[in-house]
């Protein structure tokens, strides 16, 4: 089964266990927003991650004005891939 988790390489674990990449995205971009309020130039690094078969998976989500795209993920297992378009 996929899980989606959501880390940063400088801030840690910030959410996990995930049953869909929406419920990641959301957390990401919170964790997004609340970083950004703090000022002095504080950013997120949170990036969404898939788990499957204890490995983790980058995948690449990218957000603009117009909201969330998800794509290039073609490297990705098809179990994974699956579950990004469910």
Same mark, same amino acid.
């Given at each position: 089964?996929?899980?989606?988790?959501?880390?940063?390489?400088?801030?840690?674990?910030?959410?996990?266990?995930?049953?869909?990449?929406?419920?990641?995205?959301?957390?990401?971009?919170? =964790?997004? /927003?609340?970083?950004? $309020? *703090?000022? @002095?130039?504080? #950013?997120? =690094?949170? /990036?969404?991650?898939? $788990? *499957?078969? @204890?490995?983790? #998976?980058?995948?690449?989500?990218?957000?603009?004005? *117009?909201?969330?795209?998800?794509?290039?993920?073609?490297?990705?297992?098809?179990?994974?891939?699956?579950?990004?378009?469910?």
């Amino acid at each position: 089964m996929v899980k989606f988790l959501v880390r940063g390489s400088v801030r840690g674990k910030i959410s996990d266990n995930h049953r869909t990449l929406s419920g990641a995205v959301r957390s990401m971009l919170k =964790d997004h /927003r609340s970083c950004s $309020r *703090l000022g @002095g130039g504080s #950013y997120s =690094d949170a /990036r969404v991650y898939a $788990r *499957l078969d @204890g490995q983790e #998976y980058h995948v690449e989500i990218f957000t603009d004005n *117009l909201g969330v795209v998800v794509r290039d993920n073609f490297h990705l297992p098809a179990e994974i891939q699956a579950a990004i378009q469910a």
